[in-house]
């Protein structure tokens, strides 16, 4: 990592069709994405769908197959041009889900690892620590053995040892899911806070859709491998791009019908369902097929008391081809503003 970087605009992380796998699974195939300086970017997705592969190739884990990996604009792994920088050398510390610090040492010790693995002066060494645990507010707890914490404070004193090497860029697994509910929530809006006070770029890995769009500025949804959609929580909560991510990111209801062109109007996808009501839903703005889901969020609806004007129900549509929706729900319910999204 010696050569001076490439202009890279705010693209501190720049991943292009990257592809790793064990043996017959690809876990990863052929996923490109961007993380901006400072962003909190969330790889969000079922169990299995390569989200840990990818967290591992970025710091260095595992070795892709093709694809390159540059941070700050220079390759740390590249197929083309035959580069694979290793692990310790791209500075990209990683907190895991099992918290990964040593029981039989202190707090101070298993803080100061990396510090005294790159051989820093000792002074440099208790600066240093003291300021991470600080950060992670375990200031008084120097001296007490790892083995004594709870597994909150682990998690802290994890992160307080990623985050005393002064990273650039703090790679996230599951970060909370060993945690209890009640302090789950807690420490991730502490990680947001952090993340955001030191101005750190995190790639954060989550299976829990909450989580991610409590805490993210972009999510990327992953599913068998591949990138459904990446973008902030409203964007794929309320224009998810297929049947998937609508349903994935926050329940929905899809509604499968087929596609009524004579039945469009002011921009709305109709579709007829087998049941032959109509219902239409925002233009996804790409061809549709003969076929398409409408995508309801419950969370939108609204019971009204008569009938609305339109017979039709508005929704969302998505393809294969689906389109994305809004809606109004025959007789029953009408539609707030919100709830027209296209897919
Ligand atoms: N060390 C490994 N050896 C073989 N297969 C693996 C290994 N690690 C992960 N996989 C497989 O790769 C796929 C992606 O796994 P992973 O990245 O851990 O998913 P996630 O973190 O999204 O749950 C899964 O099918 C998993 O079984
Ligand atoms: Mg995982």
């Known amino acids: 990592m010696g050569s001076p970087a490439r202009p890279t605009g705010d693209r501190h992380i720049e991943v292009e069709d990257l592809v790793v796998r064990y043996g017959a699974v690809t876990a990863v195939d052929r996923i490109s994405f961007d993380v901006r300086r400072g962003e909190h970017m969330t790889l969000l997705g079922p169990s299995g769908c390569g989200k840990t592969t990818t967290l591992r190739a970025l710091a260095g884990l595992e070795t892709p197959v093709s694809g390159e990996i540059r941070i700050d604009g220079r390759p740390v792994f590249s197929i083309r041009q035959s580069i694979n920088v290793p692990a310790e050398q791209r500075q990209l510390p990683m907190v895991f889900q099992s918290y990964a610090i ?10 100061a690892y990396g510090l005294r693995l790159r051989r820093l002066p000792a002074v440099q060494v208790k600066e240093r620590v003291g300021a991470a645990l600080e ?40 970060p909370l899911s060993n945690l209890d509910a009640r302090l789950r929530t807690a420490m991730r809006l502490e990680i947001q806070s952090l993340q955001r006070q030191i101005g750190l770029t995190s790639v954060y890995v989550t299976h829990d859709q909450e989580e991610a769009l409590v805490i993210s500025d972009r999510i990327i949804v992953m599913n068998a491998g591949r990138i459904e959609q990446v973008g902030t929580a409203t964007e794929v909560y309320d224009t998810p791009r297929n049947a998937f991510v609508a ?18 109007s002011d921009g709305l996808v109709a579709i007829e369902t087998e049941g032959k009501h109509v219902v239409c839903g925002t233009d996804p703005g790409r061809p549709l097929g003969s076929s398409a889901t409408v995508a309801v969020r419950s969370v939108y ?17 998505s393809s294969n081809g689906t389109a994305v929706c809004s809606r109004r729900a025959v007789h029953a319910t009408r539609s707030s503003k919100k709830a027209r999204r296209s897919m």
């Open 135 to 174: 950060l992670v507010r375990l200031g008084g707890l120097a001296g007490r053995s790892a083995a004594e914490l709870s597994g909150g404070q682990q998690q802290r004193v994890a992160l307080a040892r990623c985050l005393a090497v002064s990273p650039a860029v703090l790679l996230l697994d599951e």
């Open 247 to 264: 349903d994935f990111v926050g329940a929905a209801n899809l509604i499968e019908g087929v596609v009524r062109p004579e039945r469009r």
């Open 102 to 111: 040593w029981p039989h040492m202190t707090v101070f010790d298993n803080v």
């Open 301 to 317: 609806l609204e019971l009204c008391p008569t009938p609305p004007r339109s017979s039709a129900m508005r929704s969302s549509t």
